[in-house]
């Protein structure tokens, strides 16, 4: 499992996709598949992130954790990512090899 905190958020920030409607969508849908809490906890952390509050997301599965901090980033989030126990391959499985 590992945690992932939201520092902050980037002042004007244009993103490759900012923050529309498919952005909040694939967030609240990558939040589902990535998190282990209640439906209610992952329906508050996604309105938290929605107002651009500071959040720390803990419990997230080892594959989520390279789908939530890109969503994350290229909305304008500064994260940090801390991981515990966990081998780096289930971490990077759906990283493209370049």
Known sequence: MATIEI???KEN???FTGW???????????L????????????RVARRID????????N???EAVYGLTQILETTG???RVSVQDSSSEQLLR????R
Request: with cysteine; aromatic share 4%.
């Open 77 to 79: 989030a500064d994260i």
């Open 7 to 9: 520092l902050g958020w």
């Open 94 to 97: 759906k990283c493209p090899k």
């Open 32 to 43: 589902r598949r990535g998190l282990n809490a209640s439906q209610a906890e992952i329906k």
């Open 13 to 15: 920030f244009v993103g």
């Open 60 to 62: 997230v599965h080892d």
């Open 20 to 30: 529309d409607d498919h952005a909040r969508s694939e967030l609240r849908k990558r």
């Open 51 to 58: 107002a651009r509050e500071p959040v720390c997301l803990r």
